[in-house]
């Protein structure tokens, strides 16, 4: 794990090198160049997926790195003459906090993830949104830029890929995928929450009352888990290895939590980042910088193609900050956000991300199957208002101390601009969670609550900045909240102890298990095969549809001929037919190409034995690696 992650270190720097060029114009804070970090990367990322589109047969994602090259150079000369200036004296607490966090995530990724002798045993939800990840960024390291899509033969590709092309340049370099998306993400959640500690530093608070803020954000203090022991009658044990208690509200509202967002779902950590380096920039950053304050809408721009839901809840924020700035006059303002959202809207179109013949044919497939509402839009409506309380719990004191900054009348200044962005953060979270009660697909929002939950977390974290009273330059918290806060904050905490131990102990059917056999054969897949090869395997269902999902493109890192993770699914419905029927025995071999059959027992327990029967007499396919319980077929006449 040591190279991937000292790779993940070397590329989350270089890609952040034009941002901190820009930002090393004058002494800075530490934060400010987390900033300006990732708002480079953003840039580089979506001018690298731009030039591949022009690249005829499209571009090795490590020419990534020449983009960044080109983009430093262009930042260094936009700096004129002006000498580099080295970032302010660093908080021992901006470092600790964020590397507590880090080596908390690191601890409960490598407990959910458990190799054994007798093969893999991966938990939720790292064996869903981390399987999907794993199985974009092998597409992204084989196949390069612009993305192909992996789980449907190298196809296009209709998702938001932005944010897998940097553990994808990792992987590239060193070959280990789940060691270089696991390594970036550690990479990125410790950059992520020192960004969190510049906020709370920049809306006024003392270093220490930071670091007690940014930890209480990442815990997320809600009442789920105290929901869920009176659910089970106080059965400890059952809650915390049988319940995902994140879940206890969903009929209500769905809502994710900022403890979980540093484990699974690094793209949506990677879109808030980009948001809250904006909003921080917007406040530090002296309206002379005109490239840095460029560059931070760099993350808005892209928005659509790294967390398109979410990039939604996150451009809404923005307009509705870029509203209340007074700076500037108002019809400059209502053309700049008039020109943001059309590019943002352009960004998802050109990749092909949603627009015609893309992301609705991929909501065609059962992955997206959900039960319809029962309930009439008002009564979602008000049931999703009365859960706010259950979802956020502690942290709605936030809200008191937003209202007592505006009440202060705070100068105009890096405070005032900080105060307006938690009231935007708050805000626009907020209406959406709310909101999108009224639209009739239960999928899409949930899909929009999970992410859009995140930004009340962290504008009510931001808010207790002003909740602290300042008396001989020492800051304190008022008695009265902390008397009444002090039982909900206790009750609290019980969900993050609870949620870490579901998190590694969760009981079988929590869990995805990979057998030594099948592992054996997805290695020779990875390690022996042409990165171009087509593997035909049986399309099963990934864990959130009660399957194990598509291991030859998550482990193997080799394309499939048909999988139900194919985001162009309504073009896929023949070859998905052909492929169950042919791995139920019922079926002859698939009409195609491709270049490899992976057969498991634990796959197709029923049809196993049968199929390595009917492959041997047949001829035209010569068995290469094979275990009792796992085999992989190749094509006769194929090169190595």
């Given at each position: 794990?040591?190279?991937?992650?000292?790779?993940?270190?070397?590329?989350?720097?270089?890609?952040?090198?034009?941002?901190?060029?820009?930002?090393?114009?004058?002494?800075?804070?530490?934060?400010?160049?987390?900033?300006?970090?990732?708002?480079?990367?953003?840039?580089?990322?979506?001018?690298?997926?731009?030039?591949?589109?022009?690249?005829?047969?499209?571009?090795?994602?490590?020419?990534?790195?020449?983009?960044?090259?080109?983009?430093?150079?262009?930042?260094?000369?936009?700096?004129?003459?002006?000498?580099?200036?080295?970032?302010?004296?660093?908080?021992?607490?901006?470092?600790?906090?964020?590397?507590?966090?880090?080596?908390?995530?690191?601890?409960?990724?490598?407990?959910?993830?458990?190799?054994?002798?007798?093969?893999?045993?991966?938990?939720?939800?790292?064996?869903?949104?981390?399987?999907?990840?794993?199985?974009?960024?092998?597409?992204?390291?084989?196949?390069?830029?612009?993305?192909?899509?992996?789980?449907?033969?190298?196809?296009?590709?209709?998702?938001?890929?932005?944010?897998?092309?940097?553990?994808?340049?990792?992987?590239?370099?060193?070959?280990?995928?789940?060691?270089?998306?696991?390594?970036?993400?550690?990479?990125?959640?410790?950059?992520?929450?020192?960004?969190?500690?510049?906020?709370?530093?920049?809306?006024?608070?003392?270093?220490?009352?930071?670091?007690?803020?940014?930890?209480?954000?990442?815990?997320?203090?809600?009442?789920?888990?105290?929901?869920?022991?009176?659910?089970?009658?106080?059965?400890?044990?059952?809650?915390?290895?049988?319940?995902?208690?994140?879940?206890?509200?969903?009929?209500?509202?769905?809502?994710?939590?900022?403890?979980?967002?540093?484990?699974?779902?690094?793209?949506?950590?990677?879109?808030?980042?980009?948001?809250?380096?904006?909003?921080?920039?917007?406040?530090?950053?002296?309206?002379?910088?005109?490239?840095?304050?460029?560059?931070?809408?760099?993350?808005?721009?892209?928005?659509?193609?790294?967390?398109?839901l979410f990039g939604l809840g996150c451009l809404c924020a923005y307009a509705i900050m870029r509203l209340l700035d007074d700076r500037i006059p108002l019809a400059r303002r209502a053309g700049e956000i008039a020109a943001m959202g059309l590019l943002a809207l352009s960004v998802p179109l050109i990749f092909h991300i949603v627009g015609p013949g893309a992301g609705q044919s991929g909501l065609a497939s059962p992955i997206f199957e959900f039960p319809a509402y029962v309930l009439p839009a008002w009564q979602r409506l008000l049931l999703a208002a009365i859960a706010l309380p259950l979802l956020y719990g502690v942290s709605l004191i936030g809200l008191a101390g937003i209202g007592r900054g505006w009440k202060r009348q705070i100068a105009a200044g890096a405070q005032l601009q900080m105060l307006r962005f938690a009231t935007t953060l708050v805000a626009s979270g907020l209406v959406t969670l709310i909101g999108v009660s009224l639209i009739d697909n239960p999928r899409?929002?949930?899909?929009?609550?999970?992410?859009?939950?995140?930004?009340?977390?962290?504008?009510?974290?931001?808010?207790?900045?002003?909740?602290?009273?300042?008396?001989?330059?020492?800051?304190?918290?008022?008695?009265?909240?902390?008397?009444?806060?002090?039982?909900?904050?206790?009750?609290?905490?019980?969900?993050?102890?609870?949620?870490?131990?579901?998190?590694?102990?969760?009981?079988?059917?929590?869990?995805?298990?990979?057998?030594?056999?099948?592992?054996?054969?997805?290695?020779?897949?990875?390690?022996?095969?042409?990165?171009?090869?087509?593997?035909?395997?049986?399309?099963?269902?990934?864990?959130?549809?009660?399957?194990?999902?598509?291991?030859?493109?998550?482990?193997?890192?080799?394309?499939?001929?048909?999988?139900?993770?194919?985001?162009?699914?309504?073009?896929?419905?023949?070859?998905?037919?052909?492929?169950?029927?042919?791995?139920?025995?019922?079926?002859?071999?698939?009409?195609?190409?491709?270049?490899?059959?992976?057969?498991?027992?634990?796959?197709?327990?029923?049809?196993?034995?049968?199929?390595?029967?009917?492959?041997?007499?047949?001829?035209?396919?010569?068995?290469?690696?094979?275990?009792?319980?796992?085999?992989?077929?190749?094509?006769?006449?194929?090169?190595?």
């Open positions: 794990m040591l190279m991937p992650l000292a790779t993940a270190i070397a590329v989350f720097a270089f890609l952040s090198l034009p941002g901190w060029i820009l930002a090393a114009d004058r002494k800075r804070p530490i934060w400010s160049y987390a900033a300006a970090g990732f708002a480079s990367q953003f840039l580089v990322v979506l001018l690298g997926a731009l030039i591949a589109l022009m690249v005829p047969g499209g571009m090795d994602v490590r020419w990534t790195m020449a983009v960044t090259l080109v983009l430093a150079v262009a930042a260094w000369l936009l700096r004129g003459s002006a000498s580099l200036a080295w970032p302010e004296r660093i908080e021992p607490w901006s470092i600790v906090v964020p590397a507590l966090i880090t080596i908390a995530a690191a601890a409960l990724t490598r407990g959910a993830i458990d190799q054994r002798p007798d093969g893999l045993i991966v938990h939720a939800w790292f064996n869903a949104d981390g399987f999907k990840h794993l199985g974009h960024v092998n597409g992204i390291a084989n196949y390069g830029l612009p993305a192909q899509d992996i789980f449907a033969g190298g196809g296009p590709l209709a998702y938001y890929w932005f944010f897998h092309t940097i553990p994808a340049i990792g992987a590239k370099l060193h070959g280990d995928t789940p060691g270089a998306l696991i390594a970036s993400g550690l990479v990125q959640t410790f950059a992520f929450w020192l960004l969190v500690y510049g906020l709370l530093r920049t809306a006024g608070t003392s270093a220490g009352w930071t670091a007690l803020f940014a930890l209480l954000c990442w815990l997320s203090p809600s009442p789920a888990g105290f929901a869920a022991l009176l659910a089970r009658h106080g059965d400890i044990w059952a809650v915390a290895t049988e319940m995902d208690i994140t879940t206890m509200y969903a009929r209500l509202l769905s809502g994710s939590l900022p403890f979980r967002l540093s484990l699974y779902t690094p793209h949506h950590q990677w879109m808030l980042a980009g948001l809250l380096s904006w909003g921080l920039i917007q406040a530090q950053t002296e309206r002379d910088a005109k490239a840095l304050h460029l560059l931070a809408l760099a993350p808005l721009v892209s928005a659509g193609a790294v967390s398109t899409l929002v949930m899909e929009f609550q999970l992410r859009d939950a995140l930004l009340p977390y962290l504008g009510m974290t931001i808010g207790l900045a002003w909740l602290l009273d300042e008396t001989d330059g020492k800051q304190r918290f008022p008695r009265q909240w902390a008397t009444a806060a002090t039982p909900f904050l206790a009750l609290g905490l019980a969900t993050p102890v609870l949620d870490s131990i579901w998190l590694v102990h969760s009981t079988e059917s929590w869990q995805v298990r990979i057998p030594a056999d099948d592992l054996s054969v997805l290695s020779y897949l990875r390690n022996d095969t042409p990165t171009d090869a087509i593997v035909l395997q049986y399309p099963a269902l990934p864990f959130v549809k009660h399957g194990v999902d598509t291991w030859a493109a998550i482990l193997g890192n080799r394309s499939v001929y048909a999988s139900p993770r194919a985001t162009h699914f309504q073009s896929e419905t023949q070859r998905m037919e052909q492929a169950t029927r042919y791995f139920s025995g019922k079926g002859p071999l698939p009409r195609g190409q491709y270049d490899y059959i992976y057969l498991s027992r634990t796959l197709e327990p029923q049809s196993y034995d049968l199929l390595n029967r009917r492959l041997t007499a047949a001829g035209g396919w010569r068995a290469v690696r094979c275990g009792r319980n796992a085999c992989l077929w190749k094509r006769e006449g194929l090169a190595a």
